[in-house]
């Protein structure tokens, strides 16, 4: 798969550049395209192709931003005359605009954004307005939770999140997770998906700081709809991956129980790092009643100096009926990625039934093959 950089080619940029050109006339379309590929475009990275993108489109727009915001707006506006739709990755250079030429600017920035972000997403523009303007940022995101565009108001969750992927840290979140609740509480119903998707994601990086907080939130909120209970189950994944017996509990998987009798078993007791791990999972249920079971397994790593690592893995739910078999075959992948590095050494398979550590087996892995 081609990188997702390219992305931004000629014939893309040349679309930008007549959208630009339209709405600002006064645009030196040669000049603006030989900027934004000038050396060393080749060499740039995603996010780094848009800086170059935002950095030289303020370049080239007037300074003073009662002129450039409306100019973006109406850029927006030709570019989706030419087909291309809302909620666009690829155009997420247009928050980046605002972020950095209108940070000293707050509410001038937060009307451009409100427009904007229905384009092209916001969340990590928002980060930097945080960053300066935390107080008045956290009330423009409460407000924005009752507009009636609702991917404005994904902003104001996605925005806010404690631990947003990629976005810019926000250490008073970490600290203070509960400062936006006010936030989802506004938003945790949304008739929306997107926006339900994104408070779901919100609560479950409270969960990774504070379990209870992100617990006391959703345990009185389930049996609106089936929507709605789907939304708060996803929010609460990271608690029931490891074992919150009141999440556990609530959704009818007792934490107290698992098989009289259990195989774990590995194929081969050694694996190269880049090879997968295959093992089977088995057992009778000879219980007379029915009984809801969900599964997940820990890899204890090898670390570096000597240390040891637990990483959890889901491996599915499943209702057991009085007489079945439970088989189950899984492969763990030890491919070689960039946000994980092996070290040879014993590592251990363990098994997690409703929570509980149930069976372990012991590996050797090695190093990969030259």
């Not at 940029?13 to 050109?21: D, F, G, K, P, V």
């Not at 919150?244 to 007792?254: A, E, V």
């Not at 934490?255 to 009289?260: G, M």
């Amino acid at each position: 798969m081609e990188p997702l950089k390219y992305i931004y080619s000629e014939t893309f940029i040349s679309q930008l550049t007549n959208a630009l050109a339209k709405a600002h006339p006064k645009l030196d379309k040669q000049q603006f395209q030989k900027s934004v590929f000038a050396s060393p475009w080749k060499d740039l990275e995603l996010k780094e192709r848009m800086s170059r993108i935002s950095e030289t489109i303020i370049g080239f727009l007037p300074k003073d931003l009662d002129l450039m915001f409306p100019i973006l707006n109406d850029t927006i506006n030709h570019l989706r005359k030419d087909g291309v739709q809302d909620f666009n990755f690829a155009h997420m250079y247009f928050p980046e605009v605002i972020q950095k030429a209108g940070i000293s600017e707050f509410s001038k920035s937060m009307k451009a954004l409100e427009f904007i972000t229905v384009f092209a997403s916001g969340e990590f523009a928002i980060r930097i307005f945080y960053a300066h303007h935390h107080k008045d940022t956290n009330k423009q995101m409460l407000a924005w939770t009752k507009h009636k565009d609702p991917r404005v108001r994904r902003l104001a969750s996605e925005g806010s999140r404690p631990l947003l992927p990629w976005g810019l840290g926000v250490p008073d979140f970490k600290k203070n997770p509960g400062q936006n609740l006010p936030i989802l509480e506004n938003l945790w119903n949304d008739k929306d998906e997107v926006v339900r998707r994104s408070v779901a994601n919100h609560l479950n990086d409270i969960s990774k700081l504070d379990p209870d907080m992100a617990w006391n939130f959703c345990k009185n909120k389930f049996g609106k709809s089936p929507e709605l209970d789907k939304s708060l189950k996803h929010a609460l994944r990271t608690l029931l991956k490891k074992g919150h017996k009141q999440s556990l509990t609530h959704f009818s998987y007792d934490t107290e129980w698992s098989p009289a009798k259990v195989s774990l078993r590995l194929v081969k007791d050694s694996v190269r790092i880049g090879e997968k791990l295959e093992f089977h999972v088995g057992f009778d249920y000879k219980e007379k009643k029915t009984r809801k079971i969900r599964m997940e397994y820990f890899i204890e790593f090898v670390l570096a100096k000597g240390k040891t690592g637990k990483k959890i893995f889901q491996l599915g739910e499943k209702t057991l009926n009085p007489g079945d078999r439970l088989e189950l075959i899984k492969k763990h992948n030890f491919a070689l990625i960039t946000t994980r590095t092996y070290y040879p050494g014993k590592h251990k398979l363990i098994l997690v039934i409703n929570g509980k550590e149930v069976k372990e087996e012991v590996f050797l892995l090695a190093k990969a093959k030259k």
